[in-house]
């Protein structure tokens, strides 16, 4: 196979990847009523003028479903951890009680939890998105390679169809899983 074909198609096939990587990061930022140490993984704390992620300045654990414990590493960051959680808005109500800081999960309303499946369709929607966009530029460079047969464009333009038909389907087993698991009480 010609190398500037292989070019093309590995690229495509990076770049469908990586719209499946991010969209796995996306999902793990949506909650599905379990408490899990990611929920506050888009806190940062001011640790000495700095913003500092929660984690790199605390111990975050989560020793039932329904409850995460944030240990600090000095204590006298405790009442600044307390703030930037209430300021993240992630709807938590953390209690500080002189050691730690415990935070308890409220189960989810059926309501947030339709919401909360609408977010990850959205996240879906917009990983097929990046993989058509890849197809599209796999497809665009294929048209300016002039040195090929016709018969070899085409075969490589169906290999471009197929990774991509292959990605869309990934993408749509992500989200079912996921959706799945937001609407299981």
């Given at each position: ?32 009523g379990k ?48 703030h930037a ?33 609408k977010q ?66």
């Amino acid at each position: 196979m010609n190398e500037e074909i292989e070019f093309i198609l590995d690229s495509a096939k990076e770049a469908m990847d990586k719209a499946l990587k991010h969209l796995e990061k996306q999902f793990v930022n949506i909650r599905a009523g379990k408490a899990s140490p990611s929920m506050l993984g888009s806190v940062t704390v001011d640790y000495y003028g700095t913003q500092t992620p929660l984690a790199q300045v605390a111990n975050v654990n989560t020793p039932d479903g329904r409850t995460i414990t944030v240990q600090p590493w000095e204590k006298s960051m405790l009442q600044d951890i307390e703030h930037a959680i209430m300021v993240a808005n992630l709807g938590f109500n953390p209690m500080n009680n002189g050691e730690s800081i415990i935070i308890n999960v409220p189960p989810l309303t059926e309501e947030r939890r339709r919401e909360l499946a609408k977010q990850a369709k959205s996240e879906a929607e917009d990983a097929k998105i990046s993989i058509r966009g890849a197809r599209k530029d796999g497809n665009n460079e294929l048209k300016k390679l002039s040195d090929i047969s016709e018969d070899l464009k085409k075969n490589t333009e169906t290999d471009i169809q197929e990774m991509t038909d292959a990605y869309i389907v990934k993408a749509d087993t992500l989200f079912n899983a996921k959706e799945k698991e937001i609407l299981t009480v």
